[in-house]
């Protein structure tokens, strides 16, 4: 069995970090299990000209987001854990708070309570103290707040350049290697002392 892992797509500002994890981990030997927010879906539409459907046919599996009853949301069901990405401020307090009124927040619930790894690419600014406490809260749980902060130092000539490293570095959290990115110290980016 190959395997899984869950990535999720929230409402907040960009979509296209979900979809670069899809396009990162397709090639891979991975069962990726995909459910996207209904203010993803508005999201998608706004921010790029990719149809729904072409961003679902990237995963192996993808769940309705009103499917409580889907395999993702059973700790039964094992999985290396979930990316959430983008994160938006609503699914990080509903994450924060276990309210698990869609399928979203209730894999990510489960991923918790099961002492896996879940990484949220929150996407916010400027932060206020609510948000703040919840990054807290979901950090005391076991779960790991990953901004989508571009490393410069890799001088990134496009958006996509900036993307694709954060993703990277996302996914390497899951120790999942993508081979497709420098690393300090590594390859191409030098540092001498």
């Given at each position: 069995?190959?395997?899984?892992?869950?990535i999720?797509?929230?409402?907040?500002?960009?979509?296209?970090y979900?979809?670069?994890?899809?396009?990162?981990?397709?090639?891979?030997?991975l069962?990726?299990h995909?459910?996207?927010?209904?203010?993803a879906?508005?999201?998608?539409?706004?921010?790029?000209?990719?149809?729904?459907?072409?961003?679902?046919?990237?995963?192996?599996?993808?769940?309705?987001?009103?499917?409580?009853?889907?395999?993702?949301?059973?700790?039964?069901?094992?999985?290396?854990?979930?990316?959430?990405?983008?994160?938006s401020?609503?699914?990080?307090?509903?994450i924060?708070?276990?309210?698990?009124?869609?399928?979203?927040?209730?894999?990510?619930?489960?991923?918790?309570?099961?002492?896996?790894?879940?990484?949220?690419?929150?996407?916010?600014t400027?932060?206020?103290?609510?948000?703040?406490?919840?990054?807290?809260?979901?950090?005391e749980?076991?779960?790991?707040?990953?901004?989508?902060?571009?490393?410069?130092?890799?001088?990134p000539?496009?958006?996509?350049?900036?993307i694709?490293?954060?993703?990277?570095?996302?996914?390497?959290?899951?120790?999942i290697?993508?081979?497709n990115?420098?690393?300090?110290?590594?390859?191409?980016l030098?540092?001498?002392?």
């Amino acid at each position: 069995m190959k395997p899984r892992i869950i990535i999720g797509i929230s409402g907040a500002s960009g979509f296209q970090y979900g979809v670069k994890a899809l396009e990162l981990l397709q090639p891979l030997p991975l069962e990726v299990h995909l459910v996207v927010s209904k203010g993803a879906e508005k999201t998608c539409e706004l921010e790029t000209d990719l149809r729904l459907d072409e961003v679902m046919a990237m995963a192996d599996v993808v769940h309705p987001i009103g499917n409580l009853g889907a395999a993702i949301s059973s700790g039964s069901f094992k999985t290396l854990g979930m990316l959430v990405a983008p994160c938006s401020m609503r699914t990080l307090g509903a994450i924060a708070h276990c309210l698990t009124d869609n399928l979203l927040t209730r894999a990510a619930d489960v991923v918790l309570k099961e002492r896996r790894r879940l990484v949220l690419l929150a996407r916010e600014t400027p932060l206020n103290l609510g948000h703040i406490r919840n990054m807290t809260a979901v950090t005391e749980m076991g779960g790991i707040i990953f901004p989508p902060v571009p490393a410069l130092y890799q001088r990134p000539q496009t958006a996509d350049d900036i993307i694709t490293h954060s993703v990277n570095r996302a996914l390497d959290l899951f120790d999942i290697n993508v081979d497709n990115i420098p690393r300090w110290g590594e390859g191409s980016l030098r540092h001498d002392d």
